[in-house]
């Protein structure tokens, strides 16, 4: 099967999350989408970072009925911080049957020099990239590893989901009910 894994903090995830996991899923020549989720990204600032179960458990009960979407608990298991390429690998030997893929914003194209080893992932792997506003071509779109997807956006970001429910504000619609039920019973974000 032709996997395409979504990697991201999920802190927590919301529906931009959701639109894209969704949209790679369905409308294109990918089987299913595994949305990762690391636990600590090595590039990205962790103050606001709550513990990675509760990041786990929000995601899968966002996709509890799509089949096709898939979260994973994988680099919850493996050496912090997660590098990508070592995910990457970790992957093609335990599932040999399956084609793995990427999806990323064009944000995130645009730091790919500064991941370990993101020669390999170029040349082992390919990557599909949506557009991100404000966030132009960078020098990797025209690389044969990249193909652009034009998905729908929800322009949302988890730092301002943390920061309504801080400060007492209805997200609902902005991340999947359950995911809002589940901050509310922890207590998450407070
Ligand atoms: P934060 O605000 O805490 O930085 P985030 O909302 O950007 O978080 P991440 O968990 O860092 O969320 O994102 C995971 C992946 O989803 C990244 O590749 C990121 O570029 C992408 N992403 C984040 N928000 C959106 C959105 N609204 N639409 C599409 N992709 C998004």
Avoid: C
């Amino acid at each position: 099967m032709k996997i395409g894994l979504f990697f991201g903090s999920f802190n927590p995830i919301h529906t931009g999350h959701a639109i894209i996991a969704s949209y790679m899923a369905n409308h294109t020549d990918l089987d299913q989408v595994w949305l990762v989720v690391s636990p600590h990204n090595p590039l990205k600032e962790r103050s606001e970072l709550i513990n990675m179960y509760d990041r786990l458990e929000m995601a899968k009960l966002a996709f509890e009925h799509a089949g096709n979407i898939r979260v994973s608990d994988i680099e919850l298991k493996l050496p912090q911080p997660s590098y990508t390429i070592d995910t990457l690998t970790h992957l093609k030997e335990r599932y040999p049957g399956h084609v793995f893929s990427l999806i990323m914003g064009a944000d995130n194209l645009v730091s790919l020099k500064k991941w370990k080893n993101y020669e390999l992932i170029l040349r082992d792997y390919h990557i599909h990239v949506y557009p991100r506003p404000g966030f132009g071509e960078s020098e990797w779109i025209a690389h044969p590893s990249v193909t652009v997807t034009e998905t729908p956006l929800m322009e949302l970001s988890a730092t301002f989901i943390r920061k309504a429910v801080k400060e007492k504000k209805d997200v609902r619609f902005f991340v999947p009910d359950k995911v809002l039920d589940f901050i509310e019973s922890k207590n998450l974000y407070r």
